[in-house]
Every structure is written in structure tokens, then in C-alpha cells.
């Protein structure tokens, strides 16, 4: 059974621009989480969602938002990008909310 | 709250010796789960081995094993026989069970591991 894919792998922005990341989860996961991950600040949760709802959010500004698809993909969005935006963004599946979190390979956002 | 403190910024081990990763937790919650992952420098988290706050015996997963101390408010990782593949970070994390719904991971700020031939 195929992975978590994140699309792009690799990414570099310009302060004031705006980034779509997208997340296929495993074949059959229902709920999608989002992390942050920077030298400084860790991992930190971004948001959840399950059966195209959002579950739970983490503490972020508006300028990050989410959604998911019917077929369970989900996007993260990013506006306004700041430097401090800069970090591997990883999204995780699970089957449900209750199961363990599997892991992509993690999207590189640069901001210049 | 939760809270999960990894002490150990770095480690080195031998190839073939057992090595464990220390992390503690702080929560107030009822029920909760505790993980580990493992990242290697390609960024991707790999799921480790799990813990319920209920679960009577020690997790094992292949030369994974948990060392749960639950009075100890403690959840550290073994790893028998380490490998060079071994060399990574490690995460800790706690997640909140809140009955059918259940809260996101609270990740430590890591452990690296080192593994030498």
C-alpha cells in the first residue's frame, strides 16, 4: 500500500506570496493532520480534518487554512508568506481521528 | 496542558549495543496515548511504536520496546541491537484520548542518535 505523498517536495517563495501544499493520504485514511516543523519552534500542530471537517486547529495565524476533499486529499494554504513561514510542513493519515499518525515525506518551504 | 521533555539532545551508541532514549510526560488528562517516531535526515517521520496509558504491559515492536513508568510520568524508548540505519532523530509524543475524539500529537524537541561502527 502506497504512502502519505506530498506534493511539492520542494518549494521557495518570496515574502507576500501565497502556497498551495498538497497531501494524498493512504488508501482508505479518513483524517489528515498538518504539522510545522522549524529549528526553533519544533513540531507544531497546524490542523485536522476528518470526513472534510475540520476537527481541530492549532494555534496559527489566519493566514493558514486547510481543507479536504471527498476522496480524503487535503490542501494547505499559506498567505502572505513571512521568513518565519520557512519549515518542512508534514502532513499525517490516520484511518480516524482515534488511530496512529502515518507520516509523508514532508514539503521544504523557503521564503526569501 | 500537555508537555513532553526529551533531555537528551544527543547520543551515541555502538553498533550492536542497546540504547535508551529518555522522555517524560505532563498531562492531566484521563486517558492518553504516547508515540515514537523516528526521522531521518530525509525529513519523513517514521511511526515507531505506541503506548496506551491503560495498557497493562510494555509495547514492543521488533527491537522497539517502551519502557512505560506511568507514576513516573515516564515513557522511554529501547532499541536492542542498534544498527547504523539507526542513526536519526527521535520524537516522543502524547496524544490526548478524549473518549471517541481525540486530540492532536504533542510532539518533544527530539533526541539524536548517533550510531557507530
Known amino acids: 500500500k502506497a504512502g502519505v505523498t506530498q506534493t511539492p517536495r520542494y518549494l521557495i517563495k518570496t515574502r507576500g506570496q501565497q502556497v498551495t501544499l498538497s497531501c494524498s493520504p493512504i488508501?482508505?485514511?479518513?483524517?489528515v493532520s498538518w504539522y510545522q516543523q522549524t529549528p526553533g519552534q519544533g513540531l507544531q500542530f497546524l490542523f485536522e480534518?476528518?470526513?472534510?471537517?475540520?476537527?481541530n486547529k492549532g494555534n496559527f495565524p489566519g493566514r493558514f487554512s486547510g481543507r479536504q476533499f471527498s476522496n480524503s486529499r487535503s490542501e494547505m494554504n499559506v498567505s502572505t508568506l513571512e521568513l518565519g513561514d520557512s519549515a518542512l510542513y508534514l502532513c499525517?493519515?490516520?484511518?480516524?481521528?482515534?488511530?496512529?499518525?502515518?507520516f509523508g515525506p514532508g514539503t521544504r518551504l523557503l521564503v526569501l | 496542558a500537555q508537555k513532553i521533555t526529551q533531555t537528551q539532545p544527543g547520543m551515541f551508541v555502538q553498533e550492536k549495543e542497546a540504547v535508551t532514549l529518555d522522555c517524560t510526560y505532563d498531562t492531566s488528562d484521563p486517558s492518553y496515548g504516547l508515540f515514537w517516531y523516528k526521522q531521518p535526515s530525509s525529513g519523513e517521520m517514521i511511526f515507531l511504536i505506541y503506548?496506551?496509558?491503560?495498557?497493562?504491559q510494555n509495547a514492543t515492536e521488533g527491537r522497539y520496546s517502551l519502557n512505560f513508568q506511568k507514576a513516573r510520568k515516564s515513557a522511554n524508548l529501547v532499541i536492542s541491537a542498534s544498527q547504523l540505519g539507526d542513526s536519526a532523530m527521535y520524537f516522543c509524543a502524547s496524544r490526548a484520548d478524549y473518549g471517541g475524539s481525540q486530540g492532536n500529537l504533542i510532539f518533544g524537541k527530539g533526541t539524536k542518535l548517533s550510531v557507530k561502527p
Open positions: 488508501s482508505g485514511h479518513r483524517s
Open positions: 503506548q496506551g496509558s491503560y495498557d497493562q
Open positions: 499525517a493519515s490516520s484511518l480516524g481521528p482515534a488511530e496512529t499518525q502515518y
Open positions: 480534518y476528518f470526513s472534510e471537517t475540520q476537527r
